[in-house]
């Protein structure tokens, strides 16, 4: 399919996922892609140890390679990564990871593990299994020929009730190895995850704020205000025509109005706002059909809004501030959620309208040192 076709198909499925669907799946996808791209330096590393090569290049594979989500919905079902072994050998990699050591199983997808030929299935001999478990620094690299030989298909719960092969404890621990360089990219994994669901409850803050709002016109007779030509005004409708999962008749218009507020005055709870918009906007424009001062506009005000909160980071503090009237750590959940978008926006722009932007190589790779934020995150949650 090529990337226009593909590019449609996106947007004619994204339209008809509710908004709090898509958060949550947006959410859910980005976890995945934190780890496999922090993971890659290692995975690296690791198979040159371990096949004895200097000439190794792991790069990610299939449909999230460059998009870590896919608008339509759904995951890829080909491999997470591929490895180039010399100029001519190929070695796909299958990448797993689990925070919890205490399982009876280990379950593996039927369909990454074997095809089906002549009724029965085949193992892979393409391919092999990273698993990772987190807390204990342990690792496997494993064939799909061993999961078929020790694993029994049963259903697994946590996937819904799905069919998968289930490698028992004992079998699955006994291959695993201790590695202790995975250390600072589970650190780092830990990291960005604890700042993604940090930055994520900003949607149900703002969920909750809106609700008792509109509360208050029946309990007290107040009013709700929607002030025009604001800023805020402005994100108000965007919020609440997401939710109700409407798109603007004029959605470039609104695009390019909405740009116009980008200007240094900005407080980064003014820039969590736009940026909301930005990303709902920005996603109801089928691909392909974004006019190019729209889009050189995109690009300049993007790469301003990444500089400004930039400006705005307290190294001292590892937080971030723009404004006397939020606490710092509210303001530092405003500057996370805005460059969670704002890389969104980036990598899209680029995949699908050949934008001239810098590629996100590693998610939250414009926050400025997230082991420290996320420790500071921690113990202000406590």
Avoid at 19 to 33: F, H, L, S
Avoid at 55 to 64: A, N, P, R, W
Avoid at 81 to 96: P, R, S
Avoid at 343 to 369: C, F, R
Wanted: charged letters at 35%.
């Amino acid at each position: 399919m090529s990337k226009k076709k593909d590019a449609k198909l996106i947007y004619a499925q994204s339209s008809d996922i509710k908004a709090r669907t898509y958060i949550e799946y947006r959410k859910d996808m980005k976890k995945k892609a934190i780890a496999e791209l922090e993971i890659k330096e290692w995975l690296k590393n690791k198979l040159k140890e371990e096949l004895g090569r200097k000439d190794i290049v792991v790069e990610k594979y299939g449909g999230d390679r460059f998009l870590w989500f896919l608008r339509e919905g759904g995951i890829t079902r080909e491999p997470d990564f591929i490895a180039h072994v010399g100029e001519k050998e190929k070695l796909f990699v299958e990448f797993q990871y689990a925070d919890k050591e205490d399982l009876q199983y280990f379950d593996f997808k039927i369909s990454k593990v074997a095809k089906k030929k002549g009724g029965k299935r085949i193992p892979y001999d393409d391919r092999i299994f990273l698993y990772i478990l987190k807390n204990s620094l342990r690792y496997a690299f494993i064939e799909p020929k061993w999961i078929v030989e020790h694993g029994e298909i049963g259903v697994v719960d946590a996937w819904g009730s799905r069919p998968a092969y289930r490698v028992p404890k004992e079998d699955f621990e006994s291959i695993l190895k201790r590695d202790e360089s995975l250390k600072p990219f589970v650190e780092t994994i830990d990291a960005k995850i604890t700042i993604l669901n940090f930055q994520h409850q900003l949607i149900s803050i703002w969920e909750d704020k809106l609700s008792k709002e509109l509360q208050k016109v029946v309990d007290e007779e107040k009013l709700v205000k929607i002030v025009p030509k604001t800023l805020e005004g402005f994100f108000k409708v965007c919020f609440i025509l997401d939710h109700l999962n409407k798109i603007p008749e004029n959605t470039s218009l609104w695009l390019v109005y909405l740009l116009s507020y980008v200007n240094n005055k900005l407080t980064l709870r003014d820039i969590a706002m736009l940026t909301y918009s930005l990303d709902f906007l920005y996603a109801k424009i089928p691909p392909g059909q974004i006019k190019q001062n729209e889009l050189r506009e995109l690009e300049e005000k993007s790469g301003k809004l990444i500089k400004l909160i930039d400006s705005y980071y307290n190294n001292e503090e590892s937080l971030y501030k723009s404004s006397i009237k939020e606490s710092p750590l509210e303001e530092t959940r405003y500057a996370l959620f805005s460059i969670n978008l704002i890389e969104d926006i980036i990598q899209d722009a680029i995949h699908y309208h050949n934008a001239n932007l810098n590629p996100i190589v590693k998610i939250y790779q414009h926050v400025k040192n997230p082991k420290k934020i996320a420790e500071v995150i921690r113990n202000e949650s406590l």
